[in-house]
């Protein structure tokens, strides 16, 4: 089964930058696809990044031209960087792997942003 472990969540300002890590281990997997994921306070868990096998990217409307996902194979990393940060971002963030081993969750990281 495929680990991930988050990390670079925080309280940042609005109009802040963070930058989100999820680094995948495990026995030998092959990655398929990756996502970010957020869940705010009582509200449903949502999409926020994807990026495919061959690096094709698509972003919830929200976030566009805002937060870019980016991926190191060699490391088996998965990127979130975050710019123009605004308060309706906060909440906490997942990563999402799928492979050949089945779909993989991070544990979460909260991203605060202040007003």
């Known amino acids: 089964q495929v680990q991930l472990v988050e990390s670079g969540g925080g309280l940042v300002q609005t109009g802040g930058s963070l930058r989100l890590s999820c680094a995948a281990s495990?026995?030998?997997?092959?990655?398929?696809?990756s996502g970010w994921y957020r869940q705010a306070p009582g509200k449903q868990r949502e999409f926020v990044a994807g990026i495919s096998v061959i690096g094709a990217t698509n972003y919830r409307d929200s976030v566009k031209g805002r937060f870019t996902i980016s991926r190191d194979n060699g490391k088996n990393t998965v990127y979130l960087q975050m710019n123009s940060l605004k308060p309706e971002d906060t909440g906490v963030y997942y990563c999402?792997?799928?492979?050949?081993?089945?779909?993989?969750w991070g544990q979460g990281t909260q991203v605060t942003v202040s007003s």
């Open positions: 495990g026995s030998t997997f092959r990655i398929n696809a």
């Open positions: 999402n792997i799928k492979s050949d081993q089945g779909t993989s």
